[in-house]
């Protein structure tokens, strides 16, 4: 479905007559409600409406596990409709082989040469960031489009192009606002920003221009949607409802707050404030995600071998995690990456996945030929798969339901761990602390938190342990100078002495460092001369 956002640039669309296959003129797939809930936004629309009433409350009520449940949950699976559309089977495989097996590998190649290469990392970085909110509005014009040929509405080329126009200028507004100078990405999922030095890098686009260029884009697509409005106002009210509802979706996911950032009006309603939007874009890019696996669900039941609801989320589950899981575990530092997963690792994968991702739905889902068939007239979705190895595809199976697993149990790992650390159990957090790196899940800033906070609980030794397993992962002079306060508290001055210097070798300019040094070496100036006397 994301990749209704490849319709964009081709959907040829023109006077959609009913199919004889379907109810003439219905626009459903499986029906009004969950159509309009979970392919339109309508849920989303319904959870803006909460937040506008009571958005500071439901944010500080809102428990940290719920956004690693829904990234989980909703965010993995989707990922993975895309990859079985695409491999599972042979005959796809070959028809996509450009972007299966060639894009694949360019996409994977510079995933590991970014790993070690800043430069590399940064493009993917910013590269992903950049195309995603094209990705998202790219899937709302393509289900419009969807929508409207299903219910029999006449689409000519212009009219087509004005409905296109609309949703790619609400884009434009969110790349001019993301690309202004000194701007960062504000749309990173939660629990994926780095840390370290791979990052988002805007194009620098000058403040005034960019309010310029923001005002004649913005009205230009107030423009574009009152044109839509009124080529349209005669069109049956069962068929532009989900039309008007995806559109008002871009409106709420895009075009007003990033609007509202752009020429600089700072909102009052919580909701709107990009101060807040990394916590209200989960919900987005879940409405997003919920939007893909329903139209993809569709398409599964169309092909043949459908089992249920249950069974295809299962195996788009598995296969999304396999995608995330993977890499995780064969480029965490203990084993071949030098990345810690909260210092690059995390938004290195987020970004390989992604950009994958949209390659891939950038080829399947175009309103024409089998897709066309199958979305528009309701037709059968078939695949010719030819002889198989009988192990292949039970391997591939059992390994992404491995991977599935290790999945589930890091992400509940992690919640664990924070649960565990700030009740100050802290025998448990360090048994939990000890096999999430396993997992692909080791992360430096945590690993220092909780040394600090062992540190303040006078567990000298136990600080020490976790403090040098951040500064392995991440040098930082915070690590060292809490390892040296640990020796002060011990009166072990030589010691801290060592870890004060260590903390002043990485920033040789700090005052306070430098003051921390003098006082330490003072300190052990007798223990010293007693020790050799």
């Known amino acids: ?157 212009r009219l087509k192009r004005w409905l296109y126009l609309s949703f790619l200028l609400s884009f434009v507004l969110v790349f001019l606002e993301m690309h202004t100078a000194a701007q960062a990405a504000s749309d990173v999922p939660a629990g994926y920003a780095s840390l370290g030095g791979v990052h988002f890098a805007p194009l620098g686009i000058p403040v005034e221009v960019a309010k310029g260029a923001g005002l004649v884009v913005f009205a230009a697509y107030v423009l574009a949607l009152g044109r839509c409005v009124i080529a349209f106002r005669s069109a049956p009210a069962r068929v ?30 919580d909701v709107l404030s990009f101060e807040f939007r990394t916590h209200y874009f989960l919900w987005i890019a879940g409405a997003h995600s919920l939007q893909y696996l329903w139209v993809t669900a569709y398409y599964a ?32 530092p203990l084993a071949f990456g030098p990345l810690a997963f909260d210092h690059g690792l995390a938004l290195m994968i987020a970004a390989a996945v992604n950009l994958h991702h949209f390659i891939l739905d950038g080829a399947i889902w175009k309103l024409r030929g089998r897709i066309a068939e199958v979305l528009i007239r309701s037709g059968p979705a078939v695949s010719e798969d030819g002889p198989r190895r009988a192990f292949v595809r039970p391997l591939v199976w059992a390994s992404c339901a491995a991977l599935l697993l290790v999945n589930v149990v890091g992400v509940i790992g992690e919640q664990l761990f924070v649960r565990e650390v700030e009740s100050q159990r802290y025998t448990s957090a360090k048994r939990i602390a000890e096999w999430l790196p396993w997992l692909g899940r080791d992360r430096a800033s945590w690993r220092l938190e909780f040394g600090e906070r062992l540190l303040r609980g006078r567990y000298f030794g136990e600080a020490r342990q976790q403090l040098r397993v951040s500064e392995a992962l991440a040098p930082s002079a915070k690590a060292q100078v809490l390892i040296g306060m640990s020796y002060e508290a011990q009166q072990d001055w030589a010691r801290a002495v060592e870890a004060y210097e260590a903390a002043l070798a990485q920033d040789p300019d700090d005052a306070e460092l430098q003051e921390l040094v003098a006082r330490a070496r003072a300190a052990a100036a007798p223990q010293s001369a007693a020790s050799n006397s």
């Open 301 to 332: 039941r169309q092909a043949g071998n459908w089992r249920g609801q249950l069974p295809n989320y299962l195996r788009v589950f598995a296969a999304g995690a396999a995608a995330w899981t993977l890499p995780a575990l064969v480029f965490s």
């Open 240 to 269: 532009l409802l989900p039309v008007a509802l995806l559109a008002f979706s871009q409106v709420l996911w895009f075009s007003l707050p990033f609007a509202l950032k752009l020429f600089g009006v700072a909102p009052k309603l």
């Open 1 to 157: 479905m994301q990749r209704f956002a490849g319709l964009a640039d081709h959907v040829p669309v023109t006077t959609a007559a009913p199919s004889p296959r379907s109810a003439p003129g219905s626009p459903w797939l499986f029906g009004p409600r969950s159509d309009l809930l979970f392919g339109c936004g309508l849920l989303y629309t319904l959870l803006f409406g909460a937040f506008l009433v009571a958005g500071p409350e439901l944010r500080s009520l809102q428990p940290l596990w719920v956004a690693a449940a829904v990234t989980l949950l909703i965010g993995t699976p989707h990922y993975g409709a895309t990859l079985l559309r695409v491999y599972e089977h042979r005959s796809d495989r070959r028809g996509y082989v450009i972007f299966s097996l060639w894009a694949t590998l360019v996409v994977i190649a510079a995933f590991v040469a970014g790993l070690w290469l800043p430069a590399v990392g940064i493009f993917l970085v910013t590269l992903y960031l950049s195309w995603s909110p094209w990705h998202y509005t790219g899937q709302n014009y393509g289900l419009a489009v969807m929508f409207l040929r299903r219910g029999g509405v006449a689409l000519d080329p």
